[in-house]
């Protein structure tokens, strides 16, 4: 899951995720997706589970970063509502927030000079950005029945950036 991906439905294993403040669709146009989806799993009655994609940049303040910690704090919150409205039909709904993670799009950013990956790993406490696996067997888990009596959580995978209330510098 990636955050240029919009939307990816898949109803026929009993989930919808809903990526991100899905780019040019707008947030409104997400949750009316995820809605009409939905409702195919309440007619069946027999619950399901939806994870949006948010960001540790949804829970925290990032400089420079205005736009995408509103629309990533608005994923976050519609995340919660959508757990609480569909709670009653056994639909658990949670949120994956992942932090930087070693994508092609962080390499590329990198090796143009527009990211510092060095400075990256030093401000994060566990010492490496995340790995796609990382985010991937999180989702297993939340989708999981091992998770079963967790929703309307954010969950994030972020090497305790977040945490770590004293961040070293960046610069």
């Not at 955050?3 to 780019?23: F, H, K, N, Q």
């Not at 995820?34 to 195919?40: E, I, L, Q, Y």
């Not at 919150?77 to 709904?93: D, S």
């Not at 927030?97 to 000079?113: I, K, M, N, Q």
Request: neutral net charge; hydrophobic residues 45%; glycine residues 12%.
């Amino acid at each position: 899951m990636t955050t240029e991906t919009a939307i990816y439905p898949d109803l026929r294993g009993r989930s919808v995720c809903v990526t991100g403040a899905a780019r040019g669709l707008g947030l409104a146009m997400a949750d009316a997706f995820v809605r009409a989806g939905c409702h195919v799993i309440m007619r069946e009655g027999d619950g399901g589970v939806i994870l949006t994609t948010s960001s540790m940049y949804g829970v925290t303040a990032g400089p420079e970063r205005a736009a995408y910690c509103a629309t990533k704090a608005a994923v976050a919150a519609l995340t919660k509502v959508l757990a609480v409205e569909w709670a009653p039909f056994g639909i658990r709904v949670n949120a994956l927030a992942p932090g930087y993670v070693e994508t092609d799009l962080v390499t590329r950013l990198s090796a143009a000079g527009r990211l510092d990956t060095e400075a990256l790993l030093r401000r994060t406490p566990r010492g490496r950005l995340g790995r796609p696996e990382d985010i991937a067997h999180l989702a297993l888990f939340l989708a999981s029945g091992v998770s079963a009596n967790i929703t309307g959580q954010v969950v994030v995978s972020d090497g305790g950036w977040t945490a770590d209330g004293y961040a070293v510098a960046l610069g």
